[in-house]
């Protein structure tokens, strides 16, 4: 009897982690076909085709693309949320802040049709809303790191005379706007002195704004 229900529990196990991996499969696929065709070009048919399997057993897993892009936005958030786990380290407020938005600059150019997708891209947020779910946990939490980080600063003696949330608010706002222009190559268009570099430049001045907060 004990020898049948180890036998049952691995069969079970087993069928799981092909589950698993399978789903992964998919999202796999489709990343790429994202990166590739981008977001609107890719459909159903085409994530099927890529991965050998049949429409079916994508629907199987998935019951539209905005399912399957919402996972997606949620491992971007992973991503994003590991990046920033090495600040953990940095003690000095106003230096992991500084640290923050490097990173997240270099997240948002490195992988840009992630980024549209985690941030610009209604699906995810209409699966969100479809689902009946009260919160947007990944944005929730990656704010509350900025906004912890912040607060820290504030305790630290800086941005005397702001509010907490609001000033977190523009300061992400500032570095998504700054990130999303350059995406969308509106950059590229303005006669920039040093196009290529307005981005770290414009950063550079707002930590110049800050430093003296």
């Known amino acids: 009897m004990f020898a049948k229900y180890i036998s049952d529990m691995s069969t079970a196990e087993r069928k799981a982690r092909e589950k698993e991996a399978l789903?992964?499969?998919?999202?796999?696929?489709?990343?790429?076909?994202?990166?590739?065709?981008?977001?609107?070009?890719?459909?159903?048919?085409?994530i099927a085709d890529e991965i050998d399997y049949s429409v079916g057993t994508v629907?199987?897993?998935?019951?539209?693309?905005?399912?399957?892009?919402?996972?997606?936005?949620?491992?971007?958030?992973?991503?994003?949320?590991?990046?920033?786990?090495?600040?953990?380290?940095?003690?000095?407020?106003?230096?992991?802040?500084?640290?923050?938005?490097?990173i997240y600059m270099k997240f948002a150019i490195e992988n840009q049709e992630m980024y549209d997708l985690m941030f610009n891209v209604k699906a995810p947020m209409e699966f969100i809303e479809a689902s009946e779910k009260a919160e947007w946990n990944e944005g929730a939490t990656t704010f509350g790191a900025l906004k912890t980080t912040v607060e820290?600063?504030?305790?630290?003696?800086?941005?005397?005379?702001?509010?907490?949330?609001?000033?977190?608010?523009?300061?992400?706002?500032?570095?998504?706007?700054?990130?999303?222009?350059?995406?969308?190559?509106?950059?590229?268009?303005?006669?920039?002195?040093?196009?290529?570099?307005?981005?770290?430049?414009?950063?550079?001045e707002y930590l110049k704004i800050i430093e003296k907060l």
């Open 59 to 102: 629907y199987v897993y998935f019951k539209d693309k905005n399912a399957i892009l919402h996972d997606l936005h949620s491992i971007g958030f992973q991503e994003l949320g590991g990046n920033f786990r090495e600040l953990l380290l940095v003690e000095d407020a106003m230096e992991r802040l500084r640290k923050m938005g490097i």
């Open 23 to 46: 789903k992964l499969l998919i999202l796999k696929g489709a990343k790429k076909l994202f990166l590739e065709r981008g977001i609107e070009q890719t459909t159903i048919r085409n």
């Open 152 to 204: 820290d600063c504030m305790n630290a003696g800086h941005f005397k005379g702001h509010n907490l949330e609001p000033l977190a608010f523009l300061i992400w706002s500032l570095m998504h706007g700054m990130c999303s222009l350059e995406i969308r190559q509106r950059t590229k268009g303005v006669m920039f002195t040093n196009p290529d570099t307005i981005l770290l430049d414009g950063y550079s």
